[in-house]
Nanobody, 122 residues
């Protein structure tokens, strides 16, 4: 399985970005997906997750109410709509895939994308 994240960029505080994560390879099966982020000098942290059928979603406290995760299984693509962005959202955002539902722990994810940089200016 290969994951390709895209959509990052530079945005002013209060702005929006939409990240995408395209999956290829042996993507059939009931995989759950998530977004993590890592700021310079900090550990990778969970942002948002979605279960295999797109019905169940879960968010970190910092993302709740501002970010929306979704997926289109027909296109093997997951999205993260980020609104009301803040400078503290600046990080490299990674998409990941797991066969464990509702996991907030990075080590439980089997496949990772290369990351896309989000920079929010004040």
């Amino acid at each position: 399985v290969q994951l390709q994240a895209s959509g990052g960029g530079l945005v002013q505080a209060g702005g929006s970005l939409r990240l995408s994560c395209a999956a290829s390879g042996r993507t059939h099966g009931s995989y759950h997906m998530a977004w993590f982020r890592q700021a310079p000098g900090k550990e990778r942290q969970f942002v948002a997750g979605i279960n295999w059928n797109g019905i169940g979603t879960y968010y970190s406290d910092s993302a709740k109410g501002r970010f929306t995760i979704s997926r289109d299984n027909a296109k093997n693509t997951m999205y993260l709509q980020m609104d009301s962005l803040k400078p503290e959202d600046t990080a490299i955002y990674y998409c990941a895939m797991s066969n464990i539902a509702y996991s907030l722990t990075a080590r439980t994810y089997d496949y990772w994308g290369q990351g896309t940089l989000v920079t929010v200016s004040s």
